[in-house]
């Protein structure tokens, strides 16, 4: 039991402690804050008693919220002497604007719509910024992309996804919404994007080369009441550049004022505080080939008048000066402020009018043109459609619209009169019917003296064109006029046909004649002279008889010339003859010659050739026979026996050739006391001489032989 109670006694001391501990931790005040907080300070009392009636922190020491914060870590910050409250660092994101309120500070002058900068390291020193003259309400700085450890006591940051704050009043809090919806609705919590389209997620962003026509809500009133403000701190070198309206504070010390703008913004992306300046997307001009821009300024200088004396309908200035600029701007895209100015397109190329109804040219300046009335010199009242065709000198563009003040009113007040009165005045001075058929030369004369008219206005025309004279609905007696000079040319047209067809006709019979008489010349002679007889036969026989008379002259006549020219013919035949065959002896004469010439000297050269030949052949002969001859000579004993052989040869060829028998079948021998012959004895020596040696048998066989072997040869 006594060990109980000592147990519960030690507990209750230990726990008296340990609250006893816990009490003392507290009433020390140890506060801890984390890396994404801060510590707002309140402090509940002070000796030197709360802010002023006009403050909200407590920049002394007074009771109040401290202007500064408590950062990560451990604080020690009593709570029998401070309330410490923990906010969420301020964290603006990428691509986007945060706009800060602050609570206290100085006021704000007349005129002023917001607070000044001051250096307060992004409004994270309120200390800085209280001492350097802060003012309260909405800050012309902005916060950009970051994250900030702001005091929330006296700031309020403003961004697209919600309000960061603490306890505030009602009006503070109505006005910080209203401040945030107004500033949604505009896209303010995005940067300006001009001529890029959507950037940043910014859906206020989308066109495309644009411009951003900038309307300043703070600062001095323009002098004079002018509509626009003039440009200041544009120049990177001025030391008051404001960027582009980025840096308000720099804008008004550059002397800018508040309203629109003349400067604008280009294409880029402008990190512009929304409560400071408004900025209005509009498309940049645009002048196409084919036309200029004639500039009305409504701001600048009042300029000198430049048009010259003779001009009266009133002043062109320069570039940059108050009215209508003398120079046109050329065809091309231009960053032009139309609140500053009026840019007057006008048409340089050939502008086409219409005064035909339902019609337009490519301009579309005549839609409320229609055909002009005339009234005719035989009365009556045709609708006359017509074309224009004239242009603008670009050097004359201001004038025209200094005079005239739009194109479109122009034509409508000046040029469709003009041109409407002076066909109705040709009108009244022609026919219908003239008018219809002299279209061509109205139309060049027209062309010609509207030409001067058209200069009156600083216009160039170029062409006029009329169309066909055409009745209204309620008229039917232009059309019946029109018939019937259509049915009088009609007429006029098969009165030339027919006449065509009578001397087609004609040429047809004579051409029919022609054909009978060529293909029928004797049966037309004698049909005529049938005829002729039928009427006058006596006549009819003379006539015949001269005929036959003059045809048998003819004949004649032509016999004789056939003759005489068969004649001349033959006789041009016979000439021509003549000379082609004594041309022909003559050539065939000189081919012989020629022709014997070389055949001589061919015949010659083969005699000679032959002759040299046999005679070296003979002498060849020769020699061999002479061999041969001695060869015999020997064999047979001598010359002796070598005549004997070639008599004996001798002998035999002739026995041979006269064909008698060698031995007479009749022998008539010489007595004694007769005398013998010379060739028997020449042959009775040689025989007896032969018979003597033993010689004759072989002389015999030998002769024999040779005169087989030499007929073998000549065979």
């Known amino acids: ?420 009165g002076y066909f109705k005045n040709i009108g009244q001075t022609k026919t219908l019917i003239e008018l219809v058929q002299d279209r061509s030369e109205i139309q060049r004369i027209a062309s010609f003296e509207m030409k001067e008219k058209f200069k009156t206005y600083d216009l160039e025309l170029q062409e006029v064109l009329i169309g066909t004279p055409a009745a209204s609905s309620n008229d039917q007696r232009i059309e019946k006029i029109l018939a019937q000079l259509r049915d009088r040319e009609v007429a006029k047209e098969e009165i030339l046909t027919n006449e065509a067809k009578q001397l087609s006709a004609q040429k047809q019979k004579e051409l029919n004649e022609a054909q009978a008489l060529a293909e029928m010349q004797a049966k037309l002679t004698q049909s005529s002279v049938e005829i002729s007889i039928a009427d006058n036969d006596g006549r009819a026989k003379l006539k015949l008889a001269e005929q036959e008379a003059l045809r048998i002259q003819k004949l004649s006549e032509a016999d004789k010339i056939k003759k005489h020219n068969e004649a001349d013919a033959e006789k041009y035949t016979k000439i021509a003859s003549a000379e082609a065959a004594a041309e022909q002896t003559k050539l065939s004469a000189d081919a012989e010659s020629h022709k014997l010439e070389v055949i001589g000297r061919a015949q010659a050269e083969n005699i000679k050739v032959v002759a040299d030949a046999e005679s070296e052949r003979e002498t060849k002969l020769g020699v061999a026979k002479g061999n041969a001859a001695q060869a015999l000579v020997e064999a047979y004993g001598g010359p002796e026996l070598q005549v004997y052989k070639s008599v004996m040869e001798a002998f035999a060829e002739a026995v041979k050739a006269n064909g008698h028998p060698l031995v007479p079948q009749t022998v008539i021998g010489a007595t004694e006391g007769t005398n013998v012959n010379a060739i028997e004895g020449i042959l009775s020596i040689a025989l007896a001489q032969m018979a003597r040696s033993g010689t004759l048998p072989e002389f015999l066989n030998n002769t024999g032989k040779e005169n087989i072997s030499n007929r073998t040869e000549n065979s």
Request: aromatic share 8%; hydrophobic share 40%; no cysteine.
């Open 1 to 420: 039991m006594v060990v109980s109670t000592t147990l519960v006694t030690t507990i209750v001391w230990i726990v008296g402690g340990l609250m006893g501990l816990f009490a003392l931790i507290k009433l020390i005040g140890f506060v801890s804050i984390s890396p994404d907080d801060v510590g707002l300070v309140e402090k509940w009392w002070s000796p030197k008693g709360s802010v002023q009636a006009d403050g909200l922190i407590a920049m002394n020491g007074e009771a109040g919220f401290q202007p500064d914060v408590l950062r990560a870590g451990v604080h020690l910050r009593t709570p029998l002497l401070y309330k410490v409250t923990k906010v969420k660092l301020v964290t603006i994101p990428q691509g986007q604007i945060g706009y800060v309120f602050a609570r206290s500070g100085s006021q704000l002058e007349n005129g002023q719509a917001l607070g000044k900068l001051v250096d307060s390291k992004s409004f994270q020193d309120v200390r800085a910024f209280l001492d350097n003259g802060g003012q309260k309400g909405p800050q012309r700085q902005i916060l950009r992309e970051g994250t900030f450890a702001i005091n929330l006591s006296q700031f309020i940051i403003i961004t697209l996804d919600k309000v960061h704050q603490i306890s505030s009043t009602k009006d503070e809090y109505t006005q910080v919404e209203n401040m945030r919806n107004d500033l949604s609705k505009i896209g303010g919590f995005y940067p300006v994007v001009v001529g890029a389209g959507s950037a940043y997620g910014n859906p206020n962003s989308m066109a495309i080369d644009t411009i951003g026509i900038v309307t300043v809500n703070d600062g001095p009133t323009p002098d004079n009441a002018a509509i626009i403000a003039p440009v200041v701190g544009n120049d990177v070198n001025d030391e008051f550049y404001h960027n582009n309206f980025q840096d308000p504070e720099k804008f008004l010390l550059a002397g800018g004022r508040k309203g629109k703008q003349l400067q604008v913004l280009t294409d880029g992306i402008y990190f512009i505080n929304r409560l400071f300046a408004n900025v209005l997307i509009e498309n940049k001009t645009t002048i196409d080939i084919g036309n200029v821009g004639v500039v009305v300024s409504y701001f600048g200088e009042k300029g000198t008048d430049v048009s010259g004396t003779e001009y009266t309908h009133g002043e062109l200035v320069e570039q940059g000066s108050r009215g209508i600029w003398r120079d046109a701007l050329p065809p091309g895209k231009y960053p032009f402020n139309t609140y500053a100015g009026l840019i007057k397109v006008v048409p340089t190329t050939n502008v086409i009018l219409k005064w035909i109804s339902g019609q337009s040219g490519a301009h579309k300046l005549d839609d409320a043109l229609r055909e002009i009335s005339l009234i005719t010199k035989d009365a009556f009242e045709p609708n006359l459609p017509l074309t224009v065709v004239f242009n603008i000198d670009y050097r004359k563009a201001s004038s025209v619209i200094q005079r005239f003040g739009d194109i479109k009113l122009l034509i409508e007040q000046s040029i469709d009169p003009m041109v409407a």
